[in-house]
């Protein structure tokens, strides 16, 4: 005679490991949901990081920053955006010098060329090539009316994603555990 251990509630419990399957829709969307929410914190963190490698950035470059949620897998990106269409031109000017004070003797009284205007009049996810050119550096540029000089490479931006993704994985790390333990109740 065989003795059995009749063991209650198992099926309801291999129910609920089933639904905790990454491939049940629910729980992707919960997962992807989790992820949106790290990435989105780690982009306003690389944010405040840009805006401090900028002094001055009337025109908000900033705003290139993105961020991404994959779909078919579970993961994400920040990047600095490189836009293919540009958005709606602006008027911005930069103010002169020698505007604000018409008396002055010397300064730069020379037209600015329809590229630069062009440039100026770029705003926010469009002046992204300004964010690159202050993490990559520039080459000394060279003008018919002389050196513009060079900007150095300052590496920002591989080094706020870099930390920032990790903090980013870590939360969401600690997102599932509780989850699960909240599921589980394994307190």
């Known amino acids: 005679m065989a003795d ?30 989790i992820i949106r929410k790290c990435i989105g914190e780690a982009r306003k963190n690389v944010v405040k990081d840009a805006q401090g ?17 994959y779909k078919q897998i579970f993961g994400g990106q920040i990047n600095i955006l490189s836009s293919r269409k540009r958005g709606a031109p602006t008027r911005y000017q930069r103010p002169r010098k020698l505007d604000d004070n018409p008396h002055q003797r010397g300064g730069n009284r020379r037209k600015r060329s329809l590229r630069t205007l062009q440039l100026n009049s770029y705003e926010g996810v469009d002046r992204g090539f300004v964010l690159r050119f202050q993490n990559a550096g520039t080459a000394d540029r060279e003008t018919r009316y002389g050196n513009r000089g060079s900007l150095r490479a300052r590496h920002w931006f591989g080094v706020s994603s870099a930390y920032q993704m990790d903090a980013a994985a870590t939360k969401v790390a600690v997102m599932i555990e509780q989850m699960l333990d909240s599921e589980f109740k394994l307190q």
């Not at 063991?7 to 997962?31: F, N």
């Open 53 to 69: 490698v900028l002094d001055n950035d009337p025109r908000h470059a900033y705003k290139a920053v993105r961020n991404s949620v």
């Open 4 to 33: 059995f251990i009749e063991i209650q509630g198992l099926d309801a419990r291999r129910k609920e490991l089933e639904q905790l399957v990454t491939s049940t829709p629910a729980m992707k969307k919960y997962l992807q949901g």
